[in-house]
Each structure stands twice: as C-alpha cells, then as structure tokens.
C-alpha cells in the first residue's frame, strides 16, 4: 500500500512537471520573437548609419549565442563566402516556424536590391512584423501556459487520487 502511495504521488508529480515544462517551452517562443525584434531593430539603425557591408552590419548586430543571431553570423559567414549570391538564396531558415520564416525570407529578398532607405525600411517593416508575432506568441504563451498549469496540477491530483 505505501508503496502505491509512493508511485501515486510520483505520477501526480509528473504530470505538473509535464505541463509546466510545455508553458515553459511556449514562452521559449516569445523570447525568440523578441530577440528577433531587437536584432532586426540594430540592423535598421546600423543600415542607416551606413556602419558597413550587409555581412558587416549582420556580424555587428548578432552578439548573443541565442539561435537569432547565430542564423545571422552564418548568413554573414556564407554571404563573404559567395559574394555573388544574394541574400534570399543564402539564409537557411528551416530551424524555425513557419510564422517566423515567412516575414523573414521576404526581408531577404527586400534586402538584395535597392538603396540604404530601402533596406532600412525593409528591416523596420520586418521588425515590426515580427512585434505583432512576438506579442500574439507572449499572449497565447501566457494563456497557453497558465491552462497548462491547472490542467497538469488537476491531472496530477486526480491521477493521485485514483491511484490511492
């Protein structure tokens, strides 16, 4: 009996883990999001500023080990490598969602033609693009994680109970 006591709790335990671990990973989504607003938002006023090449400026910008800004140091790193290739057929975007692609294989393609004005805007219309989905993924990461919490706690407690 102590022993189905034991494994009862165990299993109770583990199903709040398992709901806290997914809105933790939710919330993971947010802050990628917003790491991508403030990298994009240094490109714009590096752009501006006309601080270098777009390999130099995507280098400048990306100082974090945070997977942002290393899809930038390796788009930089491929764009020295082939200088005849334009950006939108170097980036490899595949390690993220789809909602965080789309906006940003479109500012790949903004970005290898035109002025400096015109990549700058590009980079302030990505930026914000990707604001509005930072801040649709913090709401539902909020939402998502707190029903998370309580189904995982009641899951938890009822599977105890049932089990004792």
């Known amino acids: 009996m102590m022993i189905r006591s034991i494994l009862a709790v165990a299993a109770g335990l583990l199903c709040a883990a398992a709901g806290l671990r997914h809105g933790r990973d939710l919330q993971a989504v947010y802050q990628r999001l917003q790491r991508w607003v403030e990298?994009?938002?240094?490109?714009?006023?590096?752009?501006?500023?006309?601080?270098?090449?777009?390999?130099?400026?995507?280098?400048?910008?990306?100082?974090?080990?945070?997977?942002?800004?290393?899809?930038?140091?390796?788009?930089?790193?491929?764009?020295?490598?082939?200088?005849l290739c334009r950006p939108e057929e170097l980036a490899d975007f595949s390690a993220l969602t789809e909602k965080e692609r789309a906006p940003l294989q479109r500012l790949m393609r903004r970005l290898s033609r035109g002025s400096r004005e015109s990549r700058f805007q590009a980079l302030q219309d990505c930026a914000d693009e990707m604001a509005l989905l930072a801040d649709a993924a913090r709401d539902k990461a909020q939402t998502d994680a707190r029903m998370w919490r309580q189904l995982s706690l009641l899951m938890g407690a009822c599977l105890t109970l049932w089990l004792i």
């Open 39 to 83: 990298l994009l938002r240094h490109l714009a006023l590096l752009v501006r500023e006309g601080a270098g090449s777009l390999p130099d400026v995507l280098i400048a910008s990306a100082g974090e080990a945070l997977l942002p800004d290393a899809i930038l140091r390796r788009l930089a790193e491929d764009m020295r490598a082939q200088p």
